[in-house]
Antibody, heavy 126, light 112 residues
């Protein structure tokens, strides 16, 4: 089935970097953008950016520019999100999500995150 | 501080109809479609409504969405205990700050 499976929980010290992976299966990895969304405990969803697995092109939310890097390895259908200069406020669950853009069977435009990974908890603590 | 504004909480009894609002601006809801996500406790978000009012395969028709101007709404009829979850609206935003996906702060739905 179509799914995104993320890497396991991480504990990092302030100032360090973390790299989270997101492995796609059940569909053609290069056909859909991968987006990253994070959620601090008890808080809402925050979009971080996108990556086109085919071209490698990326777009980042202004808040994370300079600190986030999104890459991919098409040979293993895996996307990566690396966040550097970690601080305590970066403690959150990080999700990857597939962006489906197209026309559905009723002729309606679909532009949404239709498949989500299970989430990766990143804890930043000294 | 979310770009889209939702009420923090909503509630209803089984069988009731509840609505959740989502307010934005001309740069997001006013010019792009709205999606809704359901997040059950301890799980990843799930796409519930896309393109303002379309349901993905498998989503019950008890869930419906609408949009007017710069606001959108999610309605849940025949409320069930398993509907207890957090609900988020989302839209693409084209503003001076660049192009971003923006979310509402989320609405926690309690089934009494």
């Amino acid at each position: 089935q179509v799914q995104l499976v993320q890497s396991g929980a991480e504990v990092k010290k302030p100032g360090a970097s973390v790299k989270v992976s997101c492995k796609a299966s059940g569909y053609t990895f290069t056909s859909y953008d991968i987006n990253w969304v994070r959620q601090a405990t008890g808080q809402g969803l925050e979009w971080m950016g996108w990556m086109n697995p085919n071209s490698g092109n990326t777009g980042y939310a202004q808040k994370f520019q300079g600190r986030v890097t999104m890459t991919r390895n098409t040979s293993i259908s895996t996307a990566y999100m690396e966040l550097s200069s970690l601080r305590s406020e970066d403690t959150a669950v990080y999700y990857c999500a597939r962006r489906w853009v197209g026309i559905d069977s009723s002729g309606s435009l679909q532009d949404a995150f239709d498949i989500w990974g299970q989430g990766t908890m990143v804890t930043v603590s000294s | 501080q979310s770009v889209l504004t939702q009420p923090p909480s909503a509630s209803g009894t089984p069988g009731q109809r509840v609505t959740i609002s989502c307010s934005g601006s001309s740069s997001n809801i006013g010019s792009n479609t709205v999606n809704w996500y359901q997040q059950l406790p301890g799980t990843a978000p799930k796409l519930l409504i896309y393109s303002n009012n379309q349901r993905p395969s498998g989503v019950p028709d008890r869930f419906s969405g609408s949009k007017s101007g710069t606001s959108a709404s999610l309605a849940i009829s025949g409320l069930q205990s398993e509907d207890e979850a957090d609900y988020y609206c989302a839209a693409w935003d084209d503003s001076l700050n660049g192009q971003n996906w923006v979310f509402g702060g989320g609405t926690k739905l309690t089934v009494l």
